[in-house]
C-alpha cells in the first residue's frame, strides 16, 4: 500500500535470501523537544527481534542513489558490476547501505532523514549539536522498537560516518558498533578549513546537495522512484519559507575564521568516543574523506578500534564485495555475538596504493612503526629536493598566482613505498603580511609526465596535499609530531613583509609505490593544485569541473583577496634555515 502524508506506511516484497523484506515508510520517530522526524524501515518479514544499522542524515531517504547521483552510479556500476548483483537496487541511497544486502542476513536497516530534510521538519542546520541529539534519541527510540534486539550500529559514508563521532561522545546506551567510512572528524582541520584556508565546498555542497532535498521542497522536487511521492514532502514551502526554516550554512562558516566553539561543537572529542569501531579512510579523499579516519584511530580511546584503507571513489568500495563484507564481519562481531570472521582481523588493513591497483597488507599501528623517515632538503638554486642540506643559504621566488617552485628528487634507484604522514618544514617570506601555501606530492614517470590517482571524488589527484596559511603558523606543542605538525588555528599572526618565517605544514596521509626511475617531487604554490584532462567524467552533483581537487577548492574571494593571491613568496633554504620535505618510507622486506 501507499502511505498517506506522512502517516507511516507497511509493504513486503521479494528479498534476496530465504526471507522477504517488510518495509514501512515515513515511521514517525519522536524527538525529546516535539519535533517528529521521519524513518524509513527496512525489515526481515515476520516475528523476530534484529540489532540495526541505522543511518541520520540530510540527503532525502526517498532520492535513489540512480536519480539523485546518476553520474556516479553510472560509473561504479560500470567498472564495478558486483555492486549491482545481488538486488534489485530499488532501495539504494547515496551513501547508506543497501537493506537488500543487509536485511537477509538478519538486521534490520533503518534511515531516517535529518531535522529539516527529506521527509523531516524542522529547523535545517548540518552537523549542529541538536543533530547530534537527534541522533542520540534516534539510536534510543530504535532499540526500544518490538523488531530491534537493542544493539544498534551505526554504517554510512561521509555525512553518515561524520556524524557517528559526534554522537558517540554522547555514550548512547545502546550504540554497540559503528563504522565510520571515510568522514572528517575535526570540522575545522579535515573540513572547512585546511591549514586555515576557507574551503569553498561547503557553500557549494549545501546547494547542489542539501537544500535541493530540504524539506517543503515538496512538488517542486524528486520524487520516490517506488511511492511516487515527493522525497522532500508532504508541503511544499514557499522560498521565503523555506529560506526562513535553515541556516545560511556557507556565511556560518565563513564568519568563523578561526577554529573556536562553532568547530569545537561540530567536531570529535576523542578521550569519550568509547565505543568499538571500524574506521575506513581513503588515500584519494585529499580535502575530507583522508585525515579524521587516521586521527579517529590514532586518538580515540575505545579500546576496540581498526582502521582500514582503501582507494577509488568514495561511494565505491562501500559498496563492493570488498567492502560490504569488511562491514559485515564487523557488525556480526558486535551486534550478532559472532566474532567468527573478526577474531583475526588485522588492527590495521591497508590497500597500498601502487601506479596500477593495489596490494592489501595486514599491519599492527599506524604509523607504521618500521617507518624510515626520510627528510629530503628543497634546494632552491637546483630546485632539487636533495639527501644533502648543502652549505650555503639559497632562495627561489613564485607568485602566488602563478605554478610555484617544483622540487624533484633523483630517479629512484629501486622501488620505493611512501606509506604514512607526510610533513613539510619551509623556511618563507612574503611581499605582504600573509601567504597561503599549498604543498603537493607529485609523483613523475621517467619520462617526464606526471602519475596522478583515482582520488575519492576527482579521477585524476595528486600522492598527497597539504596547506597552510603562514598567519596561522602557530603549533599546539602537545598535540604536534614531526610527521604531523598540529596547529592551533586559534589567533592570527600577521607576516612582517620580506622577513622569514618557519612553517611547518602538515601533508595529509598517503601510499604510493614508487618504481624504479620514477622520481618524487614537490610542489611550493600559491593557489591550488590543477590538471586538466579532457577524459575526465563531469559530476552533476559538483559545481565545479574536476581539475585535481575534486570540489574542494581554496577560491572564496573574501578568504582570499587579491593582496594575498597576487603577493610573492621566497623560499629559503641554509644550515641555519633548514627547508625539507618529511617522507615516510617502508623498507622493503
Not at 572528524?185 to 574551503?199: E, P, V
Not at 602537545?478 to 622577513?499: A, G, N
Not at 618524487?520 to 581537487?549: H, I, Q, W
Request: aromatic share 10%; net charge negative.
Amino acid at each position: 500500500m501507499t502511505p498517506g502524508p506522512d502517516r507511516g506506511g507497511h509493504e513486503q516484497l521479494p528479498a534476496p535470501g530465504p526471507a522477504a523484506m517488510a518495509i514501512e515508510r515515513n515511521v514517525p520517530v519522536p524527538m525529546d523537544d516535539g519535533v517528529v522526524l521521519r524513518a524509513d524501515v527496512f525489515r526481515p518479514a515476520g516475528a523476530g527481534r534484529f540489532p540495526v544499522i541505522l543511518t541520520y542524515g540530510p540527503y532525502a531517504k526517498g532520492l535513489a542513489f540512480q536519480e539523485g547521483y546518476a553520474d556516479q552510479w553510472q560509473l561504479m556500476v560500470s567498472q564495478h558490476p558486483d555492486v549491482a548483483r545481488g538486488s534489485t537496487n530499488a532501495h539504494q541511497n547515496w551513501e547508506v547501505a543497501d537493506p537488500e544486502k543487509w536485511v537477509p542476513d538478519g538486521y534490520v536497516c533503518v534511515r531516517v532523514d535529518s531535522r529539516g530534510a527529506g521527509r523531516s521538519p524542522g529547523q535545517l542546520d548540518p552537523y549542529s549539536p541538536r543533530e547530534t541529539r537527534d541522533l542520540y534519541e534516534c539510536i534510543e527510540w530504535a532499540a526500544a522498537q518490538p523488531w530491534s534486539t537493542g544493539k544498534i550500529g551505526l554504517n554510512g559514508i561521509s555525512y553518515y560516518a561524520m556524524n557517528q563521532w559526534h554522537v558517540a561522545s554522547l555514550h548512547p546506551p545502546h550504540l554497540a558498533a559503528m563504522c565510520v567510512w571515510e568522514g572528517a572528524a575535526d570540522f575545522y582541520r579535515d573540513g572547512t578549513h585546511h591549514g586555515g584556508i576557507l574551503s569553498s565546498f561547503w557553500r557549494n555542497w549545501y546547494d547542489k546537495q542539501v537544500t535541493v532535498v530540504q524539506h517543503g521542497v515538496g512538488a517542486r522536487g524528486a520524487r520516490h522512484l517506488v511511492t511516487g511521492e515527493p522525497v522532500a514532502g508532504p508541503e511544499t514551502l514557499t522560498e521565503a519559507g523555506l529560506a526562513a526554516a535553515r541556516v545560511p550554512f556557507g556565511e556560518q562558516i565563513r564568519d568563523h575564521p578561526l577554529d573556536d566553539d562553532y568547530y569545537r561543537a561540530r567536531s570529535a572529542n576523542w578521550q569519550e568516543i568509547t565505543v568499538p569501531f571500524l574506521t575506513a579512510a581513503n588515500w584519494g579523499g585529499q580535502g575530507l574523506h583522508t585525515r579524521g579516519n587516521f586521527e579517529g584511530f590514532t586518538q580515540a580511546a575505545s579500546p576496540h578500534k581498526w582502521l582500514e584503507v582503501h582507494g577509488l571513489e568514495h561511494w565505491t568500495h562501500f559498496y563492493t564485495d570488498y567492502g560490504v563484507d569488511l562491514q559485515k564481519r564487523f557488525f556480526a562481531c558486535f551486534l550478532h555475538g559472532d566474532d567468527s570472521g573478526w577474531r583475526d582481523q588485522p588492527p590495521v588493513q591497508l590497500q597500498v596504493r601502487t601506479l596500477d591497483g593495489f596490494r592489501q597488507r595486514a599491519e599492527r599501528e599506524w604509523p607504521l612503526a618500521r617507518t624510515d623517515w626520510r627528510r629530503l632538503y628543497l634546494r632552491p638554486e637546483r630546485q632539487e629536493l636533495s639527501a644533502e642540506v648543502g652549505a650555503g643559504e639559497e632562495s627561489v621566488s613564485y607568485r602566488a598566482d602563478g605554478e610555484g617552485i617544483t622540487f624533484t628528487a633523483p630517479p629512484a634507484p629501486q622501488e620505493m613505498e611512501i606509506t604514512g604522514p607526510v610533513a613539510a618544514r619551509l623556511f618563507v617570506s612574503s611581499s605582504t603580511t600573509d601567504a597561503d601555501l599549498f604543498c603537493v606530492l607529485r609523483v613523475f614517470a621517467p619520462g617526464g609526465e606526471e602519475v596522478t590517482f583515482a582520488g575519492a571524488i576527482d579521477p585524476h589527484t595528486p600522492a598527497a596535499q597539504g596547506w597552510l596559511r603562514m598567519s596561522h603558523r602557530k603549533l599546539d606543542p602537545q598535540l604536534s609530531t614531526p610527521y604531523r605538525p598540529y596547529h592551533s588555528h586559534d589567533e592570527i599572526q600577521p607576516l612582517t613583509p620580506e622577513e622569514v618565517y618557519q612553517a611547518d605544514v602538515e601533508i595529509w596521509p598517503t601510499s604510493v609505490v614508487v618504481p624504479a626511475g620514477y622520481r618524487v617531487a614537490l610542489t611550493v604554490r600559491g593557489r591550488d593544485y590543477e590538471v586538466r584532462y579532457p577524459t575526465a567524467p563531469r559530476l552533476g552533483s559538483f559545481k565545479n569541473e574536476m581539475t585535481g581537487c575534486g570540489p574542494f577548492l581554496h577560491d572564496d574571494p573574501l578568504d582570499r583577496p587579491r593582496q594575498l593571491t597576487h603577493s610573492t613568496q621566497t623560499l629559503w633554504h641554509g644550515p641555519d634555515r633548514q627547508s625539507y620535505l618529511l617522507l615516510p618510507v617502508i623498507p622493503a622486506g
